[in-house]
């Protein structure tokens, strides 16, 4: 049989501890599947995802450990990648094997293959995986639940740290701390220093809009 970790938010353990783990409908997630990744000896990596799912507002995220067949089909597939249908079993094993390489090495070569910039084979490293599940997982295959320290993961994209984080109100509209960098560009460019931060798309009528009504707002 084999393990593999669910990540969800605490406020859905209770439905699942009565349930099981169902389907849930989510932007950017496909309806019809269990997202998951196989327990193994990294840590970090089989919960690689817990930074980022809190990022998107899934408060205190908390880990739901389950079994499957070993025989099981799933699908596996990096988070930009083409799914590769393969046995339960195999999966683990893909991400045993990706786990003993260096993620930043293995990134890099990733980059410089064709192949995997292409979507004709899986990328080596073990950063951005995840397996699906074309089933809801029964209560009866659910192994334990465990709340799972915070800080755990990449956030954005894996190798993202260092990396200047974009500002822009298209793609971090609502998301934590992204009115902290706006006033941070702004006070890099009333004080004449070149910004660390990027933002993208000020010149579009929507941004535009949004200064105006931010102004209005301000004044009433």
């Known amino acids: ?18 349930g099981g783990i169902a389907f849930v409908k989510r932007d950017g ?3 019809d599947r269990i997202y998951a990744l196989p327990v193994t000896r990294e840590f970090n990596i089989a919960h690689q995802w817990l930074r980022e ?13 389950f079994r499957i067949p070993d025989d099981e089909m799933v699908e596996v597939s990096h988070y930009n990648g083409t799914p590769v249908t393969m046995r339960a079993a195999e999966a683990v094993a893909l991400m045993l094997a990706a786990e003993q390489r260096d993620p930043a090495a293995a990134r890099a070569a990733d980059k410089a293959s064709k192949a995997v910039q292409r979507g004709r084979a899986l990328p080596s490293s073990p950063e951005g995986f995840q397996v699906t599940i074309a ?25 993202a740290n260092g990396t200047a984080p974009c500002g822009c109100v298209c793609c971090m509209k609502g998301s934590f701390g992204v009115r902290k ?32 009504l ?7």
């Open 1 to 18: 049989m084999a393990t593999f970790v669910h990540l969800t938010s605490h406020r859905n353990l209770p439905g699942i501890r009565r």
């Open 181 to 212: 960098l706006e006033r941070r560009l702004e006070a890099d460019e009333a004080a004449g220093r070149t910004s660390k931060v990027q933002m993208f798309g000020r010149e579009e009528a929507s941004f535009a809009r949004v200064a105006r």
């Open 135 to 159: 089933r809801p997982i029964a209560r009866s295959e659910i192994l334990r639940f465990k709340m799972l320290p915070q800080v755990t993961g990449w956030r954005y994209m894996p190798g």
């Open 29 to 31: 997630w496909r309806p």
């Open 53 to 65: 799912l809190r990022r998107m507002g899934g408060g205190t995220i908390a880990g739901v450990y």
């Open 214 to 220: 931010r102004a209005r707002a301000g004044r009433d």
